[in-house]
């Protein structure tokens, strides 16, 4: 009988420490979503300040290209108008002209397809 009692008390203090160790676990856990679920909404606010920032680019690239057009045309509108601007550039000038505005347009191409 002394081994039957003691058998009863050795498994009800074992039952004891699985369930307090398997509470800790459980707390554990609960303080891990509670972080994780914290970082996922931060994680959120970073995208959603990001997407906002991304279209505020956008718009502008946009307007800054409209305005571009728009001092291009203006410029054609006066280079018309220009005695200088009907006479022929010598070879040397205008293709070195050429070059680098060619030069300028590929740098630009470049940066702009690697962000």
Do not use: W
Not at 27 to 47: D, F, H, M
Not at 62 to 69: A, F, G
């Amino acid at each position: 009988m002394n081994k039957t009692n003691f058998t009863i008390a050795f498994t009800f203090l074992l039952l004891i420490f699985i369930i307090a160790d398997l509470l800790h676990a459980k707390q554990l856990a609960k303080n891990e979503v509670s972080q994780l679920t914290q970082k996922l909404g931060q994680l959120q606010q970073t995208i959603i300040r990001n997407n906002q920032i991304i279209a505020d680019n956008e718009k502008n690239k946009q307007s800054l290209e409209q305005q571009s057009l728009q001092n291009q045309e203006q410029i054609n509108g006066q280079l018309k108008e220009n005695y200088c601007a009907n006479q022929l550039v010598p070879m040397p000038i205008s293709g070195s002209l050429y070059n680098r505005a060619k030069n300028l347009r590929q740098s630009t191409n470049t940066s702009a397809s690697t962000h």
